[in-house]
């Protein structure tokens, strides 16, 4: 029997664990036209979710297309235009038509090396580049005056970095105007994108329905996990599914990555998930000293101090002294520096998110 599990891609089918409230509620404010900004941290299934309610959007046969537009990588303006029109294949495979609609611009269509999946960049007379991005969010609108859309624009954030002046305002004056098109807004880095939705600066402010991807609950787990294995008919012992929840602070991509070991196997005990979690730790060692290498003094000394206290009383006198911290404006400037790194996350306290890192710094 294939091994249901997944780790190292989208997470789909079988492997997809519950969430049934969330996929609900994404349906609904979708199905109503509502913009949504839909954050969690990395490695918590934020973009499976997404695919996993645009999957089923196609499977009954509803009249609202999906686009799925993965900004991560973009460096400008160009770049989300590019990206805007390549998700347009996703509705209009005819390169043609997409180009009838807009007079004036080229289209160079290629293959992406990394993911096998069609590209397109487009490039237009020098008199005309200013209006690529109007041209670009008009054929989107276009396209959904026949059919209602789902667009979801994946690490949102980036779009925080583009260096041309007014993006967020120009690409904000756009979005607001289309009343039959779902913006799903997503991205890992919540400090950045709280800023871009919650300042009244910023042109996003408060122009989507704000929606937090929170853990899996464990009788989620535990029930989805032991369905998977009784298929094999083997017994997952409850204790075992929970030891790994726990272990992995309920990340579901370890969680993932543990199962799929455990499916290997005949005999299901703690030894043989400790001797899992030390091969994954051996498996990015020279990743996470490549990471830690590249830190300042400062930054792994506040990575040592987060993995040792979990963020709690990290500015009381003997805490910093344990790490040799002559001042707290020391490890506050640390501390902005990793989360810019997206190494740590605050969520109430600051935090290494990914445990098997936290794991690999506690141990050296």
């Known amino acids: 029997m294939k091994n249901p599990f997944k780790y190292s891609r989208l997470v789909i089918n ?8 969330e996929q609900d509620q994404l349906l609904d404010l979708i199905q109503n036209s509502e913009n949504v900004l839909l954050y969690s941290h990395r490695k918590t299934g934020k973009s499976s979710l997404i695919h ?20 991560y990588g973009t460096l400008s303006e160009q770049d989300f235009i590019d990206a805007v029109f390549t998700g347009l294949t996703q509705i209009e495979p005819s390169h043609k038509r997409i180009l009838k609609a807009i007079p004036g611009l080229k289209m160079v269509s290629s293959i992406d090396p990394m993911t096998n999946l069609p590209t397109i960049s487009i490039s237009s ?7 690529m991005l109007a041209k670009a969010m008009q054929t989107l609108e276009s396209y ?20 041309e002046d007014g993006f967020e305002k120009r690409l904000r004056s756009f ?9 799903i807004f997503s991205g890992s880095q919540q400090h950045i994108l709280t800023q871009m939705f919650n300042s009244s600066k910023r042109a996003f402010y408060h122009s989507a329905h704000s929606f937090p991807l929170d853990n899996i609950e464990m009788s989620h787990f535990v029930s989805w996990a032991q369905n998977l294995f009784a298929e094999k008919k ?24 543990f199962l799929y070991e455990l499916w290997k196997v005949k005999v299901i005990d703690t030894k043989k998930i400790d001797d899992i979690e030390n091969e994954i730790l051996q498996s990015h060692r020279n990743e996470y000293i490549s990471i830690f290498d590249g830190l300042t003094t400062n930054q792994k000394k506040a990575m040592k101090l ?17 790490m040799g911290f002559k001042s707290g404006s020391l490890l506050s400037r640390a501390i902005k520096s990793l989360l810019d790194k997206e190494l740590i996350v605050k969520n109430g306290r600051y935090r290494i998110h990914d445990i098997m890192f936290k794991k690999w710094i506690m141990a050296i």
């Open 14 to 21: 079988k492997a997809f664990c519950n969430r049934k409230y």
């Open 52 to 71: 996993k309610v645009f999957r089923k959007l196609i499977e009954e046969k509803s009249n609202i297309k999906t686009i799925y537009i993965d900004l």
């Open 125 to 131: 007379e020098p008199s005309e580049k200013k209006n």
């Open 144 to 163: 959904s005056m026949k059919n209602q859309l789902a667009v979801a624009l994946d690490e949102f954030q980036e779009i925080s970095g583009y260096s």
């Open 175 to 183: 979005i607001q105007l289309h009343s039959r098109i779902s913006y």
């Open 234 to 257: 083997i017994d997952l012992p409850l204790e075992a599914i929970e030891n790994i929840t726990e272990r992995c602070c309920y990340q579901p991509l370890y969680i993932q990555q």
């Open 306 to 322: 987060l993995a040792k206290t979990d963020g709690e009383s990290i500015y009381q006198t003997d805490m910093l002294n344990s």
